[in-house]
C-alpha cells in the first residue's frame, strides 16, 4: 500500500480535497501551457495560423477524447479493485489496460494520419490554412503515442490515490513545452512544426515521469502471472472504457460539425473560435477536475461498499462547482474583451470573441454540474448515460447553429455550447440519482 492514498476513510472534505488540488495544479498547468502554446503560435505566426492550429482542435478532440475516455474507464476498474482492497485484480487490470492501450495508439494514430486531410476538407477548411492544419495534425496524431502514455498512466496514479506526482510531470512538462515554443518559432522560425512538435515531445516528458512512479509502488508491480491473456478482464475494461470513449468522441464530432461551419463563414470566425474554444477549457478547469477527483473517490468507495461517502463526496464537489462559477464565470463576463486581446490581433476577430465569452461566462454553472453527475455515475461504474448524453450534445448543438448561425452570427457558437449542456446535464443528474439509489439498496 506505500505510496497510495486510500480514500475510502477519513475526512470525505479533507480527503477529496487533498485529492482534488494537485490535479486541479496538473490540469491548469496543462491549459496554461495550451493558452500559452496559442498565445506564442497567434503571436509569432500570426491569427492565419492561430486558425490552423485551432481547426485541428475538434478533430482532436475526437481522437485524443476517444483515447481519454478509453483509458479512463480503466482506471474506474483499476479504482474499484483498489477500495475493495483486491491486489491481485489490480495488477492484472494494470497490466491488461497496458496491452489494450498499446493496441489502441497502433490503431488511432494510423487512422488519424490516413484520414486527416480528408477530414478537414469535410470540415471546409479555407484554403488560406490547410497547409499548415496539416503539417500540425501529421505531427500530432504521429506522437499520439505519448500522450496515451501519459493518460494511461496518469489515470493508473490516480485510481491508487496518487494525484501528485501526474502534477510534477505536467510542472516539467510546462515549462519545457514554453521554452521549446519560444525558441523553435521566435529563434529558429519554425511555424506550426515547431508548435507541435514540442507539444508531443512534453507529453513524452511527463508520461516518463509518470512511469517512474508508477514502477516505485508495490501495488502496481506487474509479474510475469498478471500479463498472462485475460479475456474477461479485456472485456469488463472495454465495457467501462468503450462507452466512455464514445461520449468523448461522439461530443467532438458534434464540434466538428460546428467546426465546419464556422470555418465556412472565414478565417476570422475561425481564429476567433480558437481562442474562445482556449479560453473555455481554461475557465472550465476546476469543476472538469472536481468531477475527475470524484470520479477516483466515487470508484474507490464503490468498490469498497460506502455509499454514504459517495454522497457526501458529491455534495463537497458541487461545492467546488459553485465557487469555480462565481470566479470563472465572472472573469469571463466582466473581463471578456481583455482575455481575447491577449491573443488576437484583428478588431473583428476580438469583438467576436468578447461576444462569445459573455454568453458562455453566464451560463458556466451548467456545465460546472453536469461535469459532477457525469463523474459519478461513471464512478459508480455506470457509463451508459453518460454516454448518451454525449449524443444529446451532438443533437442539440448542431441544429442550433445551424439555425441560429445565419440570423445571430457568431454568438450562435455560444448558444450552441448552452443547449449542449443542458441537455447533458438533464441526463446525467437523473443517471447519478437513478444508479445512487440503486447502489444504495444493494448495501
Not at 500570426?46 to 475526437?62: E, F
Not at 487512422?111 to 470540415?123: D, P, Q, V
Not at 457509463?383 to 445565419?406: D, N, T
Not at 448558444?415 to 438533464?426: K, M, Q, R, V
Request: proline share 2%; aromatic share 8%.
Amino acid at each position: 500500500m506505500d505510496n497510495t492514498n486510500d480514500l475510502t476513510d477519513g475526512k470525505v472534505s479533507g480527503k477529496l480535497l487533498g485529492f482534488f488540488f494537485p490535479m486541479l495544479l496538473t490540469n491548469l498547468l496543462q491549459q496554461i501551457y495550451s493558452v500559452a502554446d496559442t498565445a506564442v503560435v497567434g503571436r509569432g505566426l500570426g491569427d492565419n495560423a492561430l486558425g490552423a492550429v485551432g481547426n485541428l482542435s475538434s478533430l482532436s478532440l475526437l481522437i485524443t477524447g476517444f483515447s481519454m475516455g478509453v483509458t479512463g474507464g480503466f482506471s474506474v476498474i483499476i479504482a474499484q479493485n483498489f477500495g475493495s482492497g483486491d491486489m491481485i485484480a489490480v495488477r492484472r487490470s494494470v497490466a491488461v489496460s497496458v496491452k489494450l492501450s498499446a493496441i489502441m495508439t497502433v490503431i488511432l494514430t494510423t487512422a488519424g494520419c490516413l484520414l486527416l486531410k480528408t477530414i478537414l476538407l469535410l470540415m471546409r477548411t479555407d484554403d488560406i490554412i490547410l497547409k499548415d492544419s496539416l503539417i500540425y495534425g501529421y505531427i500530432i496524431f504521429g506522437g499520439l503515442a505519448a500522450t496515451i502514455a501519459y493518460n494511461l498512466l496518469s489515470g493508473i496514479l490516480r485510481s491508487v490515490g496518487d494525484s501528485k506526482t501526474p502534477f510534477v510531470a505536467i510542472m516539467i512538462s510546462s515549462a519545457v513545452n514554453i521554452a521549446a515554443d519560444c525558441i523553435l518559432i521566435f529563434l529558429f522560425h519554425t511555424g506550426v512544426e515547431g508548435a507541435a512538435a514540442a507539444t508531443v515531445a512534453s507529453q513524452g516528458i511527463s508520461a516518463f515521469i509518470c512511469y517512474l512512479k508508477v514502477k516505485q509502488i508495490p501495488a502496481l508491480n506487474i509479474g510475469k502471472d498478471d500479463l498472462e491473456r485475460d479475456m474477461a478482464m479485456s472485456l469488463l475494461l472495454l465495457k467501462y472504457g468503450i462507452p466512455m470513449a464514445c461520449m468523448n468522441s461522439v461530443t467532438a464530432v458534434g464540434c466538428m460539425v460546428v467546426q465546419g461551419y464556422i470555418n465556412n463563414c472565414g478565417v476570422t470566425y475561425t481564429s476567433a473560435y480558437s481562442v474562445c474554444s482556449k479560453y473555455l477549457n481554461l475557465f472550465m478547469l476546476p469543476s472538469l477536475t472536481a468531477g475527475f477527483a470524484l470520479s477516483s473517490f466515487v470508484s474507490q468507495n464503490f468498490g469498497a461498499g460506502r455509499t454514504e461517502r459517495i454522497r457526501q463526496g458529491v455534495r463537497v464537489s458541487l461545492g467546488i462547482a459553485l465557487v469555480s462559477y462565481l470566479c470563472s464565470g465572472s472573469a469571463m463576463v466582466l473581463l471578456s474583451e481583455q482575455l481575447a486581446d491577449i491573443m488576437l490581433d484583428g478588431g473583428e476577430t476580438i469583438t467576436l470573441c468578447t461576444e462569445y465569452l459573455r454568453i458562455c461566462g453566464a451560463g458556466l454553472i451548467l456545465l460546472n454540474i453536469l461535469f459532477i453527475y457525469r463523474n459519478a455515475a461513471q464512478g459508480m461504474g455506470y457509463p451508459f448515460i453518460p454516454m448518451v448524453s454525449g449524443i444529446a450534445e451532438m443533437a442539440l448543438r448542431i441544429p442550433v447553429i445551424v439555425f441560429l448561425l445565419p440570423h445571430i452570427g457568431f454568438c450562435a457558437t455560444a448558444y450552441a455550447e448552452i443547449a449542449a449542456w443542458i441537455g447533458a446535464l438533464t441526463l446525467n443528474a437523473a443517471a447519478y440519482k437513478i444508479h445512487f439509489d440503486k447502489a444504495k439498496d444493494m448495501k
